[in-house]
């Protein structure tokens, strides 16, 4: 699939990848997307075998497509009728899994329903799975491998811990080139005392985004809320979203 240019009205497509587990990258990636979904039209797209999205969202009731509706979707999708039929958060249209139907996306629809969904969007934001991302296994490689090739921008979520420094350093050789943009988001708390640039430099990336500890956020998660950010970590997205765009 060729990878989608960024349209003048947003940031075209953004994959958003976390470091190691629990990195935050499915929060990061909502959030990022409702932002630029405030600046134009955007869509939230789970590309993991699950958990759903939808979960962290609160919208396990709410109506729209899921991948597994899409295992026929072949060639010329039609990007409106596609968009139309979303799920809505706010704003923001998402394309989840569905833990009642596990597994990835399917792969033969997978290319053709970014394509379109960048097609209907200026923003299309896809919550990566690291393990499609790194490769591991030929089913994960070959989805892993479809999503970057969409993508225009990359940004991997790096909570400040020794560990996640040692993963966004496996996925960094992956991500860069083929003239796609490279980023870290480093977020808060830094249990050792690691600064931001001291990440950049043990990764080799430079920090687009410093994301400040974001307390209560589980909790406004669990109560079916979805992921609402305090307004430090709002600001800071805000200017991600404008950096992208």
């Known amino acids: 699939m060729a990878r989608s240019g960024r349209p003048a009205s947003g ?10 587990g629990g990195a935050g990258a499915t929060v990061t990636a909502a959030a990022l997307a409702a932002e630029l979904a405030r600046r134009g039209t955007a869509v939230l797209v789970d590309t993991g075998p699950g958990p ?27 990007p409106a009728l596609l968009a139309g039929n979303l799920m809505r958060w706010g704003r923001c249209g998402v394309l989840p899994t569905d833990d009642g139907r596990p597994g990835p996306p399917p792969p033969g629809a997978l290319g053709d329903v970014v394509r379109a969904l960048a097609a209907a969007h200026g923003s299309v934001v896809l919550d990566l799975d690291r393990a499609a ?14 999503l970057l090739a969409a ?5 991997v979520v790096v909570p400040r811990d020794v560990p ?54 589980g909790a406004a998660v669990d109560s079916g809320v979805g992921p609402a950010l305090p307004s430090a970590a709002a600001r800071a997205v805000q200017r991600l979203a404008r950096r992208l765009t």
């Open 133 to 146: 991302v790194l490769g591991a296994g030929e089913g994960p490689a070959v989805r892993g491998a479809t």
């Open 11 to 20: 940031a075209g497509v953004v994959g958003v990848v976390g470091a190691r």
């Open 151 to 155: 993508c225009r921008t990359v940004l």
């Open 52 to 78: 759903s999205v939808d979960t962290v969202l609160g919208l396990e009731a709410h109506p729209g497509l899921r991948w597994p509706d899409l295992d026929g979707a072949r060639g010329a999708v039609d």
């Open 164 to 217: 996640a420094v040692a993963g966004a350093r496996l996925l960094r050789d992956g991500l860069v080139g083929a003239g796609r943009r490279v980023g870290l988001v480093a977020r808060a708390p830094a249990p050792g005392g690691l600064g931001v640039e001291e990440v950049a430099a043990a990764v080799g990336l430079p920090v687009v985004a410093s994301l400040p500890w974001a307390r209560g956020l």
